[in-house]
């Protein structure tokens, strides 16, 4: 392939990442900092991009020059935003999600996939008292926040900067189409969480504790309501229906690991987590492919329970909400 035809697939590779109402010409003379006229040229072909203009577009876009130049190797490369209590990290790491979710949200006809083992962070802002747990968690035990090593946890969020990011976090879910995959161990994770706390006497008070398992009941029954209908709903306004499908099945074989897989017409990116809440991400199309073919064949291996399967969705909550049920009981 001669490079003029090389470098024009390159610009239109990147073109196909970026969201449609976005000037190209703009996007690129930004990024190296040349006037339009020689982007322009650039995109054309009509002047080579120079190496260090071809690194700066690559690690921009996350392209992979072995995928570019069509070289046949193992190598898949990831962008990790890994957090840590250092630099606060855990404020980061909730940004992160919201330019994500962002993202995703400029892709055309975006479908986001998430394979389970823990409830996802956006399905519990709706949920105050809920939220502020699983955020003091992470904090506290996955992060070590050296500040949080002997304090109670008294049911509040008092971050503002957290609260903000996390009502963004809601919106731009709430307009997602996804398919989440879950497993009678999603819920698991977060009751053992509590009763961790429980047990080690971190709550400040009781009514705490009966407060979050109430708000995780509300929770399940709120991803029943969304099941039931196939579509995305309102907490607030359950009543209010969007157009934004939700699917949601249920494997009991196969143990999740959350990964986060994006679908959309001109892209594809896949989220692997690792290390607690951190997760590195590849639009590498090899590896994407490979992702989408293993979650369906999860999903063939699943129950559907949107919309249709009332019986095995009806019988999976109830085990949910009985797990929670005989938690509550064992609280003095």
């Known amino acids: 392939m001669d490079n003029n035809l090389t470098q024009q697939l ?48 690559c690690n921009k876009y996350q392209v992979s020059l072995d ?4 070289i046949k190797t193992t190598t898949v490369i990831f962008t990790d935003d890994r957090v840590d209590h250092y630099s606060q990290g855990f404020n980061k790491w909730l940004q992160f999600v919201a330019n994500s979710l962002a993202q995703f ?9 998430w394979f389970s083992k823990d409830l996802p962070a956006y399905c519990f802002i709706p949920f105050a008292e809920l939220t502020a747990f699983k955020f003091f968690f992470w904090k506290r035990t996955l992060l070590g926040y050296p500040e949080l090593a002997r304090q109670k946890f008294n049911g509040v969020e008092a971050d503002p900067e957290a609260i903000e990011t996390a009502k963004m976090i809601d919106e731009l879910y709430a307009k997602i189409p996804t398919i989440d ?53 309102s907490y607030s306004k359950p009543d209010l229906y969007t157009n934004v499908t939700y699917d949601a099945y249920i494997n009991e074989t196969l143990i999740g690991d959350n990964t986060v897989f994006v679908q ?69």
Not at 205 to 232: C, M, P, R, W
């Open 67 to 70: 995928q570019l130049l069509q």
């Open 181 to 233: 995959i879950w497993s009678r161990d999603s819920i698991n994770a977060t009751i053992s969480q509590i009763e961790y706390y429980r047990q080690a006497n971190v709550f400040a008070y009781n009514d705490v504790l009966f407060k979050i398992y109430s708000q995780l009941e509300e929770l399940v029954n709120h991803l029943e309501l969304q099941a039931e209908t196939g579509k995305k709903l």
């Open 264 to 332: 959309s017409d001109n892209r594809q990116i896949t989220f692997i987590n690792h290390n607690g809440l951190n997760f590195m991400s590849t639009q590498d199309a090899g590896f994407c492919e490979f992702t989408h073919k293993h979650l369906q064949n999860v999903i063939r291996k699943s129950t559907h329970i949107s919309i249709v399967g009332e019986k095995e969705r009806s019988m999976f909550f109830h085990k949910l909400k009985a797990a929670i049920h005989e938690r509550v009981k064992n609280i003095s």
């Open 105 to 113: 949200n400029g892709l055309q006809n975006p479908k986001m996939y």
């Open 10 to 57: 390159f610009f239109n590779h990147i073109k196909s990442m970026l969201p449609v109402h976005f000037s190209f010409v703009d996007e690129v003379a930004d990024v190296l900092k040349i006037s339009n006229d020689s982007a322009y040229r650039r995109i054309r072909g009509e002047k080579p991009l120079g190496l260090d203009e071809l690194q700066v577009l």
